[in-house]
C-alpha cells in the first residue's frame, strides 16, 4: 500500500488502522455532563447519609467502620458502606483503611448540632422534588405545578435550616454596619423566617426592640426563636403578607429583606423597597440579603442556579444582578448604596435614607 502525498488522505491514517478519524481537534471532555447526571445521586446520597444520621453518631463515637455503624444505625452493613464510599467521593467524609470519619467540612457542615449545621437545610433548599420533575411543564406553561409561595408547611423547615447561617451573617455584619452603636435601634424585619437579623440586633444592646413579620403559619419559628434566648419582650410579632401589613411611616432605624426578594419579581422588590424607604427614620438603613448574579448573567453559578430553582417553585421567582438591585435602591431614594459580604457568599445590600434635606437637594439636581 502506498501513501497518499496529502495528508488527509493518507491511508496510514484510516479509521481501519488508528481506530479514530484522522483529526487535530480534541474532543471536549463528557465530565461536565457526567457531573450533572451524578448530582441527582449526590443530593440523595448525602439526603439519605444525613436521614439516618450518620454524621451525628461518627461526631459521637469517632472513626467508625461501616459494620459497626450499621449495628448502631440498624441498617444493612453492606448497604451502608456502598452509601458511605459515595459520601467519601463526593469529599464529605474520610476514609482511614476500613474506618469513616468526619472531615473538616462534615464536622462543620453536616453535624446537627454544630454552630455552621446546614444538616436540616440540605433536604428542603431545591424545593419540592415533584417540581423538578415537571420543570419542562413549568417553562413551557410559565408556571410551576406546586408553587410554594404561600406554602407555610414548606417555609417551615427551610427557615429552620437556614437560621444558623444568616444569624452568623447578622452578627458579623455588626463589624460594617455598626448597628450595636446605635441608642435604641427599632428594627422591623419582613419575611423574618426565625428572624435571624432581629436577634443579631436585640442581642447587641439591651434597649433595641424589633417588629418581626411573617405568614401566620410560619411566624412561630421566630416566636420559638426569640423565645429561647430570653428576647420575647422586646419584640412585636406581626402576621401577615409584607405586602399589605400595617407598616408605620419613618419609624425604624433597620428594615431587613433577607433572602425574600428573590420570590418578588422586580414589580414586588420594588415595592418593597418603596415600603422599606416610608417606614425608615431619615438615616436608616434598608438591608437587602439576597444571591446577586453578575451583570452579564454567566458568572455567579449559585446566584444562577438559585434563580432556576426559584423558577421551578415560585410564581415569580428570579435573582437579581447588583446593578439591577443598586439601582432600583437609588429609584427609591435610597442613597450611599453599597454591597457587604459579613460571611462568604451572604452579599447584604445596604441603602441609607437620606435626610429630608438631602432628599431635597438629591430632587433638585436631578
Ligand atoms: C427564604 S426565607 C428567608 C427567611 C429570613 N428572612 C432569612 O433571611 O433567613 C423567605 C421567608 O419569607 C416568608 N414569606 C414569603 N412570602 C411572604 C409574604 N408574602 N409575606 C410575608 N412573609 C413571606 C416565608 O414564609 C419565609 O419565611
New binding site residues.
Partial sequence: MVDSPYPELKKTHTMARVGRPYTDRKPPAAAPVWDVIEGYGRFHALNSALELGVFDVLAEIGPAEAGTLALRLDVSPTHLETLLEGVVAMGLLDRRHRSFELNDTARRYLVSDSPASMASLVPVSPGPLENWHRLTDTVRTGAPVDPV??D?SF?VP??EG??TT?NRCAMRADRQLRYSALTAPRVL??????A??SIAVLESRTDATAVV???DG?LGVARRTIAERGLLDRVEFRA????HIDVESAGYDLV?L???CR?EGEAGTRSLMQRSFDALRPGGRVLI?DYFCDEQRSQAGHALMMGVTMMASTRRGRTFTHGQIGAWLTDAGFEAVRCIEPIGFQEVFVGVRPSAARANERGARR
Fill in positions: 409561595d404561600d407555610a417555609h427551610l427557615v437556614t437560621f444568616i424585619e419582613l419575611g423574618a423566617g426565625g435571624p437579623w413579620n411573617d405568614l410560619v401577615g403578607d409584607f405586602h431587613v433577607g433572602h425574600i420570590t440579603g
